[in-house]
């Protein structure tokens, strides 16, 4: 039935047939009502009444819309109100607005449901103002608001409350109903509460929600709310404006639930308890202050640093704060003394369970703390458990977290970040009583120690091993052959050294290998020879540092390469008696790796240029001969050798900011020691095998000791300047052409320096 033209309708019940459509385009007042004879129990039942043009008023009083169709949609305007006495059922939603409807007033005795949503007003639609008084209810919400929305006032009963994906203009009576966000442009300027007033009172049952189950929200709060309970959902966001008013009311623990992401910015504040199940989240600016005037449980996470340049952020939470188990604080400080600038939670009231705090170093050096940084503040009982939940390092060294300032025995409730070794509480006997402070005091001129990181060690190792792989003597490539020949030895040692902070001990293997061959000789005077070669190597150590105090350690791994020339000189070359001099220049090249407990893995490349001088002097001493034709000579040769070492290793900044440097380069190693060996050979047959047991006595001295400087603090072995070598092997030809060698050499030195190597190596005559 087509009603344009007509100044106003009024349908009455019943009717011939209740299967109509009614549609408008210009109708002044259309009234759907029960017959005054009541002649028909159900009223008057229809599908859909449509206008697509102008309305003044719509009323449908007592009368029962029901079926698959709405029971208005609008396209049009609608200048007056719509009232509702009556009932609408059955379709997915009953009112639909995509135009412009003034007024929906849904009166105590009027009930709309929807199988979806009793109210739908679309994206491109404008509701002025919608009043429930009696019942609105869908499957899902009772109104969703995609468009614009004026104000709401609910003192009935919605079912599913509203779900706001436009903007609400006004303010929002919310009554007993739950108010939800959903997307991302949702918006609400006015005040949200029970009543639509700025009202404290708890107990009405009013709710607001960033997203729910089925809907993701984003939304930015800068107005105000007071329900009794706020929800942010799981893959919502609240971002909390520093305008933002919000208060939960309700006085549970879980009043201000977030489940989602919660986001303080500068000086904002959220009123009630809060269960924080989510991730609250300080905003992306630095030195923000928020604040949470009530309670938290949190068994989700706080980030007061969202960036790697927030570090000055506060959170005060003014009540208690409760930690649940698997409950994570993240901080971001610029380390180095006890003033150094950090994020910081600040509790007025008591704490109780535990919380894991992970620190992150926001680029700072690194320093000697005494009181220590503080980190997290508490002004009421501090039953609360922070553990460090991962390593916090600055420079060369590890900070720790501890209860209670180390300077201050006063301030006993704090939790603080300290790069200083705790003093123990002393033990205080039974009888008699006395007050024993929780720290010793330290004397005047004392500073306590420091907890020096053990990756020092890790690069002071690969440094060492850069320094000295490839080093050799004359003795560790030949056997005594010095005809045209190739060789090869293989080495394999272990040494331990300790670092001079008194903590970290390294231990470290290696194996080098050796290849090189005389590619010329020549006559020099009466019986002397020289003899020219070439070298190259390839070399592996890994090393391991632990520190005792505090129980962390550091992997370490180098690898390179090496080329090189040789040349030594004999003055007597038939049995090598008399004076002799051996010289070398090498190159090498490495990769270097430092892997720190938690730590992310650090590489590098460094160089090398060696250079060595030796020289020596073999003395006969005696000769005797054996049954089977042997003949045995006894030598002596004592021998010097200087060796310069400098290496290059590229500038190298770890992930966390700390600048690293090698120091000790240009290190130049002395040997002085003496040879004693025993030289048995055929006398019938030159060629037959003949061996030469030795043992060999050094002096090492270098001249500095291998280091790191980590930003400004530097950390070296502790000892290694002066090193006793003992040496022992045997030399062989095992055929004309075929010639090994093996030894086993020990290094002792002061502070806990040992080393100990195996040599095995051949060489082979053309």
């Not at 050294?497 to 008194?502: A, V």
Request: hydrophobic content about 35%; charged content about 15%; proline content about 2%.
């Amino acid at each position: 039935m087509n009603l344009n033209g007509n100044s106003g309708f009024n349908i009455l019940a019943p009717l011939e047939s209740n299967y109509k459509q009614f549609t408008t385009t210009s109708c002044t007042v259309c009234k759907v009502e029960r017959s005054p004879q009541n002649l028909v129990s159900q009223g008057a039942v229809f599908y859909h009444i449509s206008n697509t043009g102008g309305l003044t008023d719509f009323y449908n009083q007592m009368g029962h819309f029901s079926g698959d169709a709405a029971m208005l949609y609008n396209e049009g305007t609608i200048s007056g109100t719509l009232q509702n006495e009556g009932s609408a059922t059955g379709a997915d939603a009953e009112i639909w607005n995509s135009g412009t409807l003034n007024i929906i007033s849904n009166s105590d005795t009027g009930m709309i449901e929807g199988k979806t949503a009793a109210i739908i007003n679309l994206s491109d639609g404008y509701i002025g103002s919608l009043t429930n008084n009696g019942t609105l209810s869908g499957g899902q919400y009772a109104a969703v608001n995609q468009g614009q929305l004026d104000s709401l006032t609910n003192t009935g009963t919605m079912t599913g409350g509203i779900i706001n994906y436009g903007t609400i203009t006004g303010n929002v009576a919310l009554g007993s109903a739950k108010l939800i966000f959903a997307g991302d442009s949702a918006k609400v300027g006015g005040v949200i509460s029970w009543n639509g007033d700025k009202d404290v009172s708890v107990g009405h049952g009013s709710k607001v929600a960033v997203g729910d189950n089925t809907e993701s929200a984003s939304y930015t709060a800068d107005g105000s709310v007071y329900a009794d309970n706020i929800a942010v959902a799981s893959g919502s966001t609240l971002i909390v404006s520093q305008e933002a008013d919000w208060h939960a009311l309700a006085t549970q623990d879980d009043a201000f639930s977030n489940a989602g992401t919660l986001v303080m910015n500068s000086d904002s504040i959220l009123s009630g308890n809060l269960t924080n199940s989510g991730t609250l989240i300080m905003g992306d600016q630095q030195y923000l202050s928020a604040t949470l005037s009530g309670d938290m449980v949190n068994s989700g996470k706080i980030v007061l640093n969202p960036t790697s340049y927030s570090a000055g952020n506060t959170l005060t939470i003014n009540g208690n704060y409760t930690g649940t188990e698997g409950s994570v604080i993240s901080l971001g400080s610029v380390l180095a003394d006890d003033d150094s600038l950090t994020d910081k939670l600040v509790i007025t009231g008591d704490t109780t369970g535990s919380s894991i705090l992970n620190i992150f170093n926001e680029n700072g050096s690194g320093a000697q703390t005494l009181r220590g940084i503080q980190v997290v503040s508490v002004g009421g009982k501090s039953d609360g458990i922070f553990i460090l939940g991962n390593r916090v390092v600055a420079g060369a060294y590890d900070y720790s977290l501890h209860k209670g300032s180390l300077a201050d025995p006063a301030d006993d409730k704090g939790w603080y970040l300290t790069s200083a070794i705790p003093q123990p509480n002393p033990t205080v006997p039974n009888e008699p009583t006395v007050v024993v402070p929780l720290t010793p005091d330290l004397p005047e001129d004392a500073e306590p120690a420091l907890m020096v990181r053990p990756e020092t060690g890790a690069y002071t190792d690969n440094l060492k091993a850069s320094r000295s792989l490839f080093n050799v003597s004359l003795h560790d490539r030949s056997a005594g052959i010095h005809t045209t020949s190739m060789w090869i030895r293989n080495e394999g040692g272990r040494n331990k050294t300790e670092l001079s902070d008194g903590q970290n001990t390294t231990t470290a293997k290696r194996y080098v290998m050796q290849i090189g061959g005389d590619v010329l000789t020549w006559e020099s005077g009466k019986g002397g020879k020289a003899v020219l070669g070439v070298m190259g190597g390839y070399a592996v150590q890994h090393g391991s540092t632990h520190n005792h105090l505090t129980d962390h350690g550091a992997k370490n791994s180098v690898s390179g390469y090496s080329t090189g020339l040789y040349g030594t000189w004999y003055q007597n070359w038939s049995d090598k008696s008399g004076l002799f001099i051996d010289s070398w220049l090498q190159h090498g090249w490495f990769n270097n790796e430092v892997k720190g407990e938690d730590l992310s893995p650090e590489t590098y490349k460094s160089r090398s240029l060696s250079a060595s001088l030796e020289i020596g002097y073999s003395q006969h001493l005696a000769t005797f001969l054996t049954q089977k034709e042997r003949e045995n000579s006894i030598w002596l040769q004592p021998h010097a050798q200087v060796i310069w070492v400098g290496v290059k290793a590229n500038d190298h900044t770890e992930q966390n900011g700390t600048d690293v440097q090698g120091t000790g380069s240009d290190n130049v190693l002395t040997r002085l020691g003496l040879r004693a060996y025993l030289d048995n050979r055929s006398l019938k047959d030159n060629d037959k095998a003949n061996f030469r047991p030795f043992i060999e006595a050094n002096w090492v001295y270098n001249s500095k000791n291998d280091g790191v400087r980590m930003n400004d603090e530097q950390v070296g072995v502790d000892g290694g300047h002066n090193t006793l070598e003992m040496k022992a092997g045997v030399e062989g030809k095992l055929n004309r052409n075929l010639s090994v060698w093996a030894s086993v050499t020990q290094q002792l030195s002061g502070k806990g320096y040992n080393d100990t190597e195996g040599t095995l190596g051949l060489r082979y005559r053309f």
